[in-house]
């Protein structure tokens, strides 16, 4: 089983950028086929961000992060990011960095279908 940590959270102001960066150790994410990002606000379940291929980094996004949110992936570091633009009060909450063994085409977005996943940091964006 792989160990997920995430890193890069903290304090913005609105309109401002984080990257958020997800190590792998332990199994590398060659194990994996598709990594992803989900986050959860206080009292809100947890919500899709965005989803990569390992192989051929195919990525799908959420439609409220299209255009602000980038995922990419370093296989050689074996490290997944996040780099999140623009953001405002609403995308307050912990993000976090997950792995599954399959490549989903069509329900990516469900949080049931990742087998690994890291134990979170938190964003908090100030108005």
């Known amino acids: 089983q792989v160990t997920l940590v995430e890193s890069g959270g903290g304090l913005v102001q609105a309109g401002g950028s984080l990257r958020l960066s997800c190590a792998a150790s332990g199994r590398t994410f060659n194990n994996y086929a598709m990594m992803g990002w989900f986050r959860q606000a206080p009292g809100k379940e947890r919500e899709f961000v965005a989803a990569?291929?390992?192989?051929?980094?195919?990525?799908y996004y959420a439609d409220s992060m299209k255009g602000r949110f980038t995922i990419s992936r370093d296989n050689a570091k074996n490290t997944l990011y996040l780099q999140m633009n623009i953001l405002n009060p609403e995308d307050t909450a912990v993000y976090f960095c997950?792995?599954?063994?399959?490549?989903?085409?069509?329900?990516?977005?469900?949080?049931?279908?990742?087998?690994?996943w890291g134990q979170g940091t938190q964003v908090t964006v100030s108005s």
């Open positions: 990569i291929t390992w192989i051929g980094g195919i990525t």
């Open positions: 997950a792995a599954s063994r399959i490549h989903y085409y069509y329900t990516y977005s469900e949080a049931n279908r990742y087998d690994a």
